[in-house]
């Protein structure tokens, strides 16, 4: 048999080894980039899809709640309430983070009302389905306002809501008045200089986050005429509309003086539908200009101001503790004997 020598066998074994060693070469940097996704980390404000959170089976009481528009009472299992309620109050497309702190307020909102008061609505309901408690919508209310996006965007507020089950915000060892609004001017406001309650983890905090609000700035124009019959005075033609303006620590209206009249910021708000009691007026022909700032009284937690804070990487309870002061997070069953007594 004749042996191969020279460059006849230098080019058999490199063709033997490019035969066996470029699959490899193909191959590798392929798994290796299989291997990185595998491990790569995942973001805190992805959410699970196509879960199911049973919020029914993890509540430990019912909210009966009285639905204004049938006026009858619906038994509803706590957290499944708490993420109707989060649906209804705050956007689903917040962080979230952020909607993890609105459960929080919802939860801590709800378990105070039934600590503190009895069933007293018609059909022993414990709230209404209101601003005057807490806004509620059901699946099928829900279902129609988000049309195709509902299973995304309650799958989202359900895992914020089953991510914090049971937790609700206390103060010496009660839970909180546990307010919340929409939009701050910058600050939150003191508790006692918009009702007349004063609540030591109520206090004004600034809020920057909140100048990216759509609501930040409103402006809502008036005539003289319709001033005066929203407030119920009579303004002399020489005076000016507002006067003897005084203001809260958060730049809101305390008090005002109107056709001889004083009144406080939250008065005026109310009377004449303002977004804010902190407002400002210009004058412009024969009409008044109010320009408000924020939305919402300003006391407790802002929802846009909680999810800015989401957006920089703040954790639901870093959240929370900046806008209720020296609060601590406790588990429901602390004040389930008191409720049943109730």
Do not use: C
Not at 244 to 250: F, L, M
Request: charged share 25%; net charge negative; no cysteine.
């Amino acid at each position: 048999m004749k042996r191969l020598k020279g460059p006849g066998l230098i080019f058999i074994s490199t063709l033997v080894t490019i035969i066996l060693v470029l699959p490899t070469l193909i191959v590798v940097p392929f798994i290796g980039s299989n291997k990185e996704e595998q491990v790569m980390p995942v973001s805190t404000n992805e959410v699970a899809t196509e879960q199911d959170f049973n919020l029914a089976e993890g509540s430990s009481l019912d909210v009966a709640v009285l639905r204004s528009s049938s006026n009858q009472v619906d038994e509803v299992p706590l957290e499944v309430y708490v993420s109707r309620v989060v649906a209804s109050e705050m956007p689903a497309d917040f962080e979230l983070e952020a909607l993890k702190a609105q459960a929080l307020a919802a939860r801590t909102y709800i378990v105070r009302y039934l600590t503190n008061e009895k069933a007293t609505l018609e059909g022993g309901a414990h709230v209404t389905d209101t601003i005057q408690h807490q806004v509620y919508k059901n699946d099928e209310e829900l279902r129609t306002i988000w049309g195709t996006d509902y299973d995304w965007k309650m799958n989202k507020i359900e895992q914020a809501v089953a991510k914090t089950q049971g937790e609700v915000l206390t103060y010496k060892e009660e839970p909180i008045f546990a307010a919340f609004f929409s939009t701050s001017n910058g600050y939150t406001e003191n508790s006692e200089d918009y009702w007349p309650n004063e609540f030591p983890y109520l206090r004004s905090v600034e809020s920057p986050w909140d100048a990216e609000s759509p609501k930040y700035m409103d402006q809502k124009v008036f005539t003289k005429t319709e001033i005066e019959a929203g407030l119920q005075v009579s303004v002399p033609a020489d005076e000016p509309i507002l006067s003897n303006v005084k203001k809260t620590e958060s730049e809101r209206v305390s008090e005002v003086t109107v056709g001889g009249k004083t009144f406080t910021g939250r008065e005026i708000r109310e009377a004449l539908d303002l977004k804010s009691s902190d407002f400002t007026v210009k004058y412009k022909n024969d009409h008044i200009i109010f320009t408000t700032k924020g939305y919402g009284h300003g006391v407790g937690m802002s929802q846009y101001g909680a999810n800015g804070m989401a957006q920089e990487g703040k954790t639901y309870e870093e959240i929370l503790s900046h806008y209720y002061q020296g609060i601590a997070i406790s588990k429901v069953d602390d004040f389930l004997p008191k409720i049943a007594a109730k």
